[in-house]
Nanobody
Framework: VQLQASGGGVVQAGGSLTLSCAGS????????VGWFRQGSGKEREFVAG????????KYADSVQGRFTISRDNAKNTVTLQMNSLKPEDTAVYYCGNGVGRGWPWRVGLVRAWGQGTQVTVSS
């Protein structure tokens, strides 16, 4: 499976962005998907996850109530809607296809990564 992340950009604090993750070449829709982010000099961290059929989701405490993850298996896409963005959300965002049906909540549970998309939130 191959993943392609898109939708990053520069936005002012309080603004919104929508990230997309498109899967191809494999069984993307049969596995959970997670969004992770990596700030400058920091480790990659879990942001949000969704199980294989979209029936269950999970969010990091830092984004709960502001971000929404969803998926459309007919289109092999997962979307991360990010609202009320803060400067501390600035990072490279990666989508990852998990090793099982549930969401991959840590880096070691991801079997395939997208290339990353930069999100910059200015104050």
């Amino acid at each position: 499976v191959q993943l392609q992340a898109s939708g990053g950009g520069v936005v002012q604090a309080g603004g919104s962005l929508t990230l997309s993750c498109a899967g191809s070449g494999g069984t993307f829709s049969s596995y959970g998907v997670g969004w992770f982010r990596q700030g400058s000099g920091k480790e990659r961290e879990f942001v949000a996850g969704i199980n294989w059929n979209g029936g269950s989701t999970k969010y990091a405490d830092s984004v709960q109530g502001r971000f929404t993850i969803s998926r459309d298996n007919a289109k092999n896409t997962v979307t991360l809607q990010m609202n009320s963005l803060k400067p501390e959300d600035t990072a490279v965002y990666y989508c990852g296809n998990g090793v099982g049906r549930g969401w991959p909540w840590r880096v070691g549970l991801v079997r395939a990564w997208g290339q990353g998309t930069q999100v910059t939130v200015s104050s």
